[in-house]
């Protein structure tokens, strides 16, 4: 009975374990249970979606709490979504009604007398969000060592939704920090459901500490049901092709309603304007069918009301419910049963489709189900490369990568983050409130995201901040903020370190829709929560737009950057129309939508040369290599080989191919580009002499020299290039 980790949890939750009636714990749980009830390590948990995750690391450490209560927060949970937060709040809260423990979580949304609550008596769990720990660490140093100073564990949620970004990188400093001016040691907890590198998750969640990290990954195999289906949309050049294409897009749209409005259902988009197009679609289909409107929107830029109603619906409203959404669901909210999830073209990675296809097949033996529905323009005229269905063909690299191979992508961390950099020295000043050059560079630079940062470069760094007025030195000679650096620091903005743009608060009477980027003078109508609303008054001074209900054109309020693409998956794409197999997932458009494409590529010779002639003086580059790769490349062209071949032109079709107009052959260009790869010692020989390229929000802030070091380091790969190429 002993051996049972059942017997060893608190009665609270055996209770709980009882009244869910489970039969036992699942394997992550036990073996959660064995690392954090017998070993000192910290503790990293990767296994799929509705695994038992979340329940495996609170079951121990709760136990803990019950058995020893903490003097301070006992276990402090850091989450990328305040939905996230929301979700786990509403779960712990069951879990812990008879326990005593406290639950406080802390974002945007939060009362302040809820934080004042916490702060006058720090206990049990705190949930909350790298931004409003950063503000924390800024703005409250003083109260760190009360909240923070019986921490037993940091329980860091969708690890890989932070490794790799500059959020990652914050929050290890953040950690860091903390760590320092609690005088605690708490465990680290990492859950993700996509990682396959173990290697580079643990030592990202062990940065800057002394103990080990074991992984429990339990294998366990799913049922998956994938279907891929293709809509074609001709090129409108004729009044008759106008029609065929509006025929196309009815059939789109009506194929979509058919295949979600009877079910509980979510439909992924890569944007907030396709969410919102398809959206008003659907509710547009709704009603000239005398159907009901079961459809709702769920992005970043909606009211938090909108999308609380979004998430409630899907997960406890009676009947279907269909919610077109971003990466804002993708991660690990539980939303009940879902019956279905449709990805609108290809997510751009593996990893975003093994998160948006776990949403489903949470229940039982229910299997995973995901339908891909990829439309692209087709114009038979067009130049070779932009006739080929691009979105297939990643669909089904994504899926035969991750169901046949199951690979993911590594996530890598950035060598030289000087943005960073700049975040965390203006927040450690602020925090501190004076230092000494010594103090803060000691402070900053033993922060383990900037190890690699030489003293010698800090130096540097300081003595520019020191010009342009972002810090000052006292009559004492030490460090405090300066003029412009208030006006960063002291705007909310700055605790997010990644790129947000100002937006105006929408209003519909009292109240509140969402908000949007690009504002549209009165008169004219958009989208926003998939319906369409006119402008009644744009209130500059406030950021706030007044609306009312309309119906008319709609315009798009947010540019869509897309999404890089790994090497591997463009060489998959590229295997995929050099092979034969039809897969038995495809639909039968798509099966014949990639058979032309095969067809096409054996007659254009485009995969046995990456440089082949276009007609003209113009020749296509197609380099079958991820994004950063491909950029590496674009400049190595633009740079290196523009003046030296008196080419005209380069322009660039990320991350698929080039059009590289001027009088220079096929053979020689791909000699050269062979050459030039083999020759590139430094990258930093790849930038312009006066060009110093951005990586990071704050990156503006720092001197030239720095940003253009770092962008040959973090922002090129020519190493990766020549290899792919080779």
């Known amino acids: 009975m002993s051996d049972n980790p059942f017997y060893r949890l608190a009665p609270f939750i055996q209770e709980y374990i009882y009244n869910k009636r489970w039969d036992e714990l699942r394997e992550a749980q036990v073996e959660a249970c064995r690392v954090l009830f017998d070993t000192p390590n910290h503790l990293l948990i990767a296994s799929g979606t509705a695994t038992g995750k979340t329940e495996a690391v609170f079951f121990p450490a709760l136990t803990e709490l019950h058995d020893r209560p903490s003097s ?35 974002h945007g949304d939060v009362s302040q007398a809820e934080k004042t609550k916490l702060m006058r008596k720090p206990s049990g769990v705190l949930q909350i969000t790298p931004e409003s720990l950063e503000g924390l660490l800024m703005n409250r140093p003083n109260a760190i060592p009360a909240l923070f100073n019986d921490l037993r564990y940091i329980i860091i949620d969708e690890v890989h939704a932070f490794m790799g970004s500059d959020r990652g990188i914050q929050v290890l400093c953040q950690l860091a920090r903390i760590e320092r001016m609690a005088y605690c040691t708490p465990r680290r907890i990492g859950l993700s459901a996509t990682l396959s590198d173990y290697d580079a998750a643990t030592d990202w969640l062990g940065a800057g500490t002394s103990r080990s990290v ?206 960073l950099l700049y975040h965390q020295t203006m927040s450690a000043l602020k925090s501190l409130g004076e230092a000494t050059p010594a103090d803060l560079a000691r402070a900053v630079l033993t922060l383990p995201s900037f190890k690699q940062i030489e003293p010698s470069d800090y130096k540097t760094f300081l003595n520019y901040l020191l010009q342009t007025d972002h810090i000052q030195r006292t009559e004492e ?41 690009t504002v549209p003078p009165p008169g004219y109508c958009f989208s926003l929560a998939g319906k369409l609303w006119k402008v009644e008054e744009v209130d500059t001074k406030h950021k706030a737009v007044y609306v009312k209900s309309a119906r008319g054109k709609v315009d798009t309020l947010w540019l869509g950057a897309g999404g890089d693409v790994h090497t591997r998956v463009v060489h998959k794409m590229r295997d995929i129309l050099a092979d ?35 007609g003209g003086d113009s020749v296509f580059v197609m380099p079958w290599i991820g994004s950063k790769q491909f950029r590496t490349l674009e400049r190595l062209i633009k740079n290196n080989l523009m003046d030296k071949l008196a080419l005209r032109s380069v322009t660039p079709m990320e991350p698929y191919y080039m059009v590289v107009s001027g009088r220079t052959s096929a053979e020689n260009l791909l000699g050269q580009i062979l050459a030039e790869c083999s020759n590139c010692g430094d990258p930093i020989s790849l930038l312009a002499p006066d060009e110093a390229p951005y990586l990071g929000k704050y990156d503006e802030f720092a001197p030239t020299e720095l940003i253009r070091r770092a962008f040959a380091i973090d922002g090129l790969d020519v190493g990766g290039l020549a290899k792919s190429l080779q």
């Open 580 to 614: 034969d197999v039809i897969y038995s997932y495809l639909a039968p458009n798509a099966v014949n939508r990639l058979e032309r494409a095969r067809r096409l590529a054996r007659e254009s010779g485009m995969l046995k040369s990456i440089v082949i002639p276009a």
């Open 72 to 106: 301070s927060v006992g276990i402090l949970y850091i989450s990328p979504l305040k939905a996230l937060i929301n979700d786990q709040f509403e779960r712990l809260n069951d879990l812990l009604r008879e326990a005593r423990i406290p639950v406080w979580h802390w």
């Open 477 to 517: 000679g030490s460090l405090i903020i300066g003029l412009m650096g208030e006006r960063i620091v002291n705007n909310f903005r700055f605790y997010a370190v990644f790129k947000d743009d100002e937006e105006h608060v929408v209003y519909n009477g009292t109240e509140e829709i969402g908000s949007i980027t």
């Open 214 to 419: 074991e992984v429990v990954a339990p294998q366990g195999g799913r049922k998956l049901k994938l279907s891929v289906e293709h809509f074609s949309f001709p090129d409108a050049r004729t009044e008759e092709q106008a029609q065929m294409l509006e025929m196309a897009k009815q059939a789109y749209h009506d194929y979509i309603y058919d295949h979600t409005h009877r079910k509980k259902a979510l439909v992924f988009t890569n944007s907030r304007s396709d969410a919102e197009l398809m959206t008003l679609e659907l509710r547009r289909i709704a009603a000239k069918r005398h159907e009901p409107d079961v459809f709702y929107v769920h992005h970043g830029s909606i009211s938090a009301m909108l999308r609380e109603e979004a998430e409630a619906a899907l997960r406890t409203g009676h009947g279907p419910a269909v919610a077109a959404a971003t990466l804002t669901l993708e991660l690990g909210i539980d939303l009940g049963e879902l019956e279905r999830v449709v990805q609108l073209g290809a997510p751009y990675s593996s990893s975003s489709f093994v998160q948006r296809l776990g949403r489903s097949g949470r229940r039982g033996d229910a299997p995973s189900e995901m339908l891909f529905v990829c439309p692209e323009e087709e114009d038979e005229e067009a130049q070779l490369p932009a006739r080929m269905p691009w979105t297939l063909l990643r669909a089904i690299a994504v899926i035969e990568l991750y169901v046949r191979e199951k690979w993911v992508e590594s996530l890598t961390t950035r060598q030289m983050p000087i943005g």
